[in-house]
């Protein structure tokens, strides 16, 4: 099984190296992934090496352990690199705006470049006051 695990970063690598190459200059390009990105074939420093960054998912995160995902993240990546955070703004995982200013505060960390919010066009027009609140935290 270890075997297995391993050899699928190397398929997942070598895609990304392979957009990055096609893509234009000018275009950067991140991967999304979650804290054990090992589970989808996910190695991190190796898709570093290949890519402009990464947005790492918070999602049911407590706020406490979203420091140590990008910290590790960083780690992982590099200095040069895009390292952003990702969250969700919906019910249950973010019940209200004290939640999320909490979870985003650590990615309002001088080494983290970015916050992603998923699916932010859907986003209810009040909870886009949580957003404005929480980065002003």
């Known amino acids: 099984l270890h075997a297995y695990l391993l050899w699928r970063f190397e398929p997942v690598t070598s895609l990304v190296a392979e957009l990055r190459e096609v893509a234009d200059p000018e275009t950067r390009v991140l991967i999304i992934d979650l804290k ?62 004290e939640i999320l200013a909490a979870k985003v505060k650590p990615a309002l960390a001088p080494d ?9 066009g859907l986003v209810p027009a009040a909870r886009l006051d949580w957003v404005r609140a929480a980065r002003a935290v």
């Open 36 to 97: 054990d990105g090992w589970l989808g074939g996910c190695d991190l420093a190796a898709l570093g090496k290949v890519c402009d960054g990464a947005i790492l998912c918070a999602y049911d995160m407590q706020a406490g352990d979203v420091a140590g995902l990008m910290a590790a993240g960083r780690t992982a990546l590099g200095a040069e690199k895009f390292l952003g955070a990702g969250y969700r703004l919906f019910y249950p995982e973010m019940a209200g705006p």
């Open 112 to 120: 983290v470049d970015g916050i992603n919010f998923y699916n932010y």
